[in-house]
């Protein structure tokens, strides 16, 4: 090596080892874009020595402990040890195979494996043997190809090709007098790295290292690794590749750089590399050992030039991997595991900041010492100015490039922090007291004090407007002009006017809660509650609202800015987070607080520019880039079925096998095991919950789709992961039993059925005979009855030479005689027909006694008599026996009443008269003809309708009848 060559290594190296010592943070500090997370035998980790960490194709996470290995899910760290297998705990690598299998290398040099999805740890076959057949029989290095395992000597050149059976597939022993092998790649290249072994001259010129590499042809058939070129013995010796044809090699603190097997540069005296790392976007992390740190390089010639980023201070990396989430996996010889997530949110300040403004070339912020700060965009100070009065906000104004400030002499700052003026009223030349500024649009601003408001004009000479006093009486907390109306935010709702030169403001919305915020968002009014929340207005409706319980991050809104088109950023006291306005519905998307990224939940002002959300907090001041910040959905994984308490895979289930239990997880390792899960089974309604298991004690039998999502820490739900599975009926509840059940049952009911119709029909036909001819008698002798009693009455008007009253009374006979021929036609006649004849009845008797007795009838209305059918000539010759019988040879007025009324299925009718009672009716000797027949044919309608007569004798005199008659249908 030239003497340039020499010193422009040791430069190098003197770079390098400066940079190592200088560019790291302390761990407990908040690092800029990084969100870091150590886990420790504190949060479960069996031991702080780890050496190695990788996620397989599921999203668990594994680690190579010299304790076991151990499993992390985001919820508990599982470790495999000797009762799982793994009789050697002592791990020092593992690998992932194409088959999905976990590779696990021991510091014994043994070989494990773990099957995806198992439990049990198995050792590779014949590891005795395949040692026995290694030169020096210890292991220097190890990988995974597509089909099979390589290991090679750790002190010679030396490599056995191994199968997934333990079986030796070839062995490749090609020497060089003074190589070792020290990582074989991707593709056939396998390299050697030598030192003269000359131990005599070693020591006498320990610098003198000489490199080389060389290619071996594996029978010219090519084989491939499946991560990074790395050489994992315990000679502390590591290499990898980083770039096109580029490598590095680590041996005896010192780092050589190849490029097409070119030495192109070698760094002496450095920290050992012990893990290099590259990406998909070839950056490369690097992990030293003696506590070193882990650093990050964005390409392969920063990592040449040592320019990099320090992520992690004061730990020896061991192993690094970079997850499906882009989250960066780091284990440490001492101090256990970190995550390292990437943030979209970084912390430029700290000093506490209450108000910000941010346009395209710097950041003003007043501080809460009063103090107002120009920053440059990158946060370098520009210029600072120091009020000696309490500032209570600033505000920039566009158009004339003036900076306003809100205190109690409230002022215009030029674009410099120049004192320009003070800000006065029309009415007063004295600087004004203001609470805040509100800017409306391009040319208008609004001024608050305690209960007044006022506006400034601002389109022409700004320094030739003073304030205008605006007509009302309250603080105007924010302000817009929107769809050409002003609208003013109060603590009494919204209030809107066409114009500012009128007293005229009215009612907007009819919301009467405190808004704090507005503002126009695709289209649309957003406007910010104090305590309710969002709502979002068209112009015509209030479209949506969206609260707390619809995964809003605090009711109570304090400020809206826009985002994009479509999108805005609110900010509260428990943090920021963005709403989009999508077809008319308010959508929260992903929230910011301390758990991730911001220095305090109580944000104070916020402004947003360029794609970059600036957060003002009592911490210092936040800048969020949300572009980046988005998170992929999760999907959960059914860990296990339990039926009847034991593991199944089947999804045919016998009919006893009703208890099912199921086990799910999603591997969300941002959460911290605290995942929202919703499931449901066969489409029901959604139940939610952060249990990872769901029991259903007693399933009946049949179909069952089990569905289950999780939620990501953007509050978006993954896609539905399910299990289908079926109970089956015993047999004697299937189809075929039940059909053939079915047709046994039914041919025997229809055969007794037919037996027992045909019985019951001979007897009826016989019943019906006799009942007819029964009824058609007793019709026949009551029509005669009738007649005589009505012809009797008509003899005596003749005697008595009444001609009047005979042709009356034979005019009502006539009539009642039609009435009682049509109705004995009948079955059924209505209450109204039957109602009509009683009462003809009636006038014709009180005619041919001289009106001794008087009547009257009680009835319903004519529309429902109309509509109520009965049997006919049941009523009459009780109120005949009350007239011939219980009137005779009375010597006062008789007075016979009949009353209709209805109940839910019959007619029930009182019959009273004053008469001389039942008694005295059979002291007589009189015998009622139609009293005899009626009861006759009662006792007949009685087998068919449960009709109901009954008597009552009164204590004085007279007899009341009461009968229950059921009602019927015209044609029965």
């Known amino acids: 090596m030239s003497d340039f060559a020499t010193f422009k290594s040791m430069n190098r190296s003197f770079i390098f080892s400066l940079f190592l010592m200088t560019g790291c943070v302390s761990l407990d500090a908040q690092l800029d874009n990084y969100l870091i997370t150590q886990y420790t035998v504190d949060q479960g980790l069996p031991s702080n020595e780890c050496h190695h960490v990788l996620q397989d194709s599921l999203g668990y996470i594994w680690i190579a402990t010299d304790r076991g ?136 010129n320990n610098a003198r290292n000489e490199v080389y590499t060389q290619s071996l042809k594996f029978n010219n058939r090519p084989f491939e690794q499946n991560h990074n070129l790395e050489y994992r013995g315990f000679s502390k010796t590591k290499g990898a590749k980083y770039g096109e044809e580029k490598y590095i090699v680590t041996f005896r603190k010192t780092n050589y750089f190849f490029e097409n097997d070119t030495l192109q540069i070698s760094s002496m005296g450095n920290p050992f590399i012990e893990e290099v790392y590259v990406d998909s976007k070839n950056q490369v992390y690097v992990g030293y050992l003696n506590n070193k740190g882990l650093y990050k390089y964005d390409s392969d010639n920063d990592f040449e030039k040592n320019i990099g980023e320090c992520i992690l201070s004061d730990v020896s990396a061991t192993g690094i991997y970079l997850d499906q989430s882009q989250q960066l996996w780091v284990t440490t010889l001492n101090k256990g595991l970190f995550r390292i997530q990437p943030s979209s949110v970084s912390t430029k300040t700290s000093n506490p900041v209450k108000s910000i403004i941010v346009n395209d070339k710097s950041v003003i912020v007043l501080e809460e010492n009063n103090q107002i700060v120009d920053y440059t965009r990158n946060f370098r100070v520009n210029r600072k100015i120091i009020e000696n009065i309490e500032v209570r906000s600033i505000k920039f104004n566009w158009v004339k490039n003036r900076i306003l400030i809100a205190s109690i002499k409230s002022k215009i700052l030029d674009s410099n922090l120049n004192h320009l003026k003070f800000l006065k009223t029309k009415s007063s030349n004295k600087p004004i007291s203001l609470l805040n500024i509100l800017s409306i649009d391009s040319s208008t601003l609004f001024f608050t004090h305690t209960l007044k408001s006022f506006y400034v004009d601002s389109s022409g000479d700004f320094f030739n407007y003073r304030l205008n006093e605006l007509h009302s009486n309250t603080r105007i907390l924010d302000a817009i002009k929107w769809e050409g109306k002003y609208i003013i935010s109060t603590v009494n709702g919204l209030h809107s006017t066409t114009s500012l030169d009128t007293s005229i403001w009215k009612s907007f919305l009819k919301l009467n809660i405190r808004v704090n915020a507005l503002e126009a968002v695709s289209d649309h009014l957003l406007i910010g509650s104090n305590a309710y929340g969002l709502y979002l207005y068209d112009g015509e409706d209030l479209l949506d609202s969206l609260t707390v319980s619809d995964d809003l991050i605090s009711n109570s809104i304090e400020q809206i ?53 600036y957060v003002a907090t009592a911490k210092g001041i936040s800048v969020i880039d949300y572009t980046e910040s988005l998170e992929p959905e999760i999907k959960a994984i059914i860990e296990e079925v339990l039926v009847n308490g034991q593991p199944t895979e089947t999804v045919s289930l016998a009919h006893d096998q009703r208890s099912i239990a199921i086990g799910y997880r999603a591997l969300d390792y941002k959460q911290n095991g605290k995942i929202d899960y919703r499931y ?189 059918y009965i049997p006919p000539l049941l009523v009459q010759p009780y109120v005949e026996n009350a007239i011939l019988h219980g009137f005779k040879g009375i010597d006062y007025m008789g007075h016979l009443s009949v009353r209709y009324s209805l109940s839910d299925s019959y007619v029930e009718v009182i019959i009273e008269d004053n008469g001389v009672g039942i008694s005295e009716q059979g002291a007589n000797g009189s015998k009622s003809l139609g009293s005899s027949i009626t009861a006759r044919r009662l006792q007949l309608i009685n087998t068919e309708d449960a009709l109901h007569v009954s008597y009552d004798q009164r204590v004085q005199k007279g007899t009341l009848v009461s009968l229950r008659i059921p009602i019927g249908k015209r044609n029965r």
Do not use: C
């Not at 760290?77 to 021991?106: C, K, Q, S």
């Not at 990872?692 to 089990?706: A, E, F, I, K, N």
């Open 69 to 204: 290995l151990v499993k992390w899910d985001g919820y508990e760290f599982r470790t495999y040890g000797v009762e799982d297998g793994l009789t050697d705990i002592a791990v020092m690598d593992i690998e992932l195979g194409f088959d999905g299998r976990l590779w696990i290398f021991t510091l014994s040099d043994r070989i494990f494996y773990l099957e995806q999805g198992s439990d049990m740890v198995t050792a590779l076959p014949n590891t005795d043997y395949i040692l026995s057949k290694l030169k020096g029989t210890r292991v220097g290095n190890w990988g995974v190809t597509k089909n099979n395992l390589l290991i090679s000597s750790r002190l010679e050149p030396d490599i056995l090709i191994i199968s997934p059976q333990g079986e030796i597939v070839e062995h490749l022993d090609e020497r060089h007098s003074d190589g070792y092998v020290l990582f074989y790649g991707v593709g056939d290249q396998v390299f050697y790295f030598g030192e003269n072994l000359d131990k005599k001259e070693n020591k006498q």
């Open 561 to 613: 800015k826009v985002f994009n088109d479509s999108m805005a950023v609110v900010s509260t006291k428990m943090g920021v987070q963005f709403v989009s306005v999508v077809d008319g519905q308010l959508i929260p998307r992903k929230s910011y607080n301390i758990s991730n990224g911001l220095p305090t939940n109580e944000v104070l002002d916020i402004d947003v520019n360029g794609g970059l959300v």
């Open 680 to 868: 449901r089974l066969n489409n029901n309604d959604w139940t939610y919950t952060q249990n990872t298991s769901v029991q259903y004690p007693y399933l009946t039998p049949g179909r069952y789709d089990w569905q289950v999502q999780a939620k990501n820490v953007d509050g978006k739900w993954g896609p539905s992961v399910q299990y289908d599975f079926e109970i089956k009926k015993p047999w004697w509840a299937t189809w075929w039993f039940n059909i053939i059940g079915g047709i046994l049952i039914l041919s025997a009911a229809i055969y007794a059925y037919r037996r027992h119709t045909r019985e019951l029909l001979k007897d009826q036909q016989i019943s019906e005979e006799m009942r007819s001819l029964e009824m058609k008698a007793l019709r026949a002798q009551m029509n005669p009855h009738f007649v005589f009693n009505s012809l009797n009455s008509i003899q005596n008007y003749i005697v008595k030479n009444d001609q009047e009253g005979a042709m009356t009374y034979l005019s009502k006979f006539a009539a009642l005689i039609r009435q009682v021929l049509e109705a004995s036609n009948e079955g059924y006649i209505s209450l109204y027909e039957e109602v009509r004849m009683i009462e003809n009845y009636l006038s014709l008797e009180k005619m041919r006694y001289r009106s001794k007795f008087d009547y009257e009838i009680e009835t319903v209305d004519q529309s429902k008599a109309m509509s109520i």
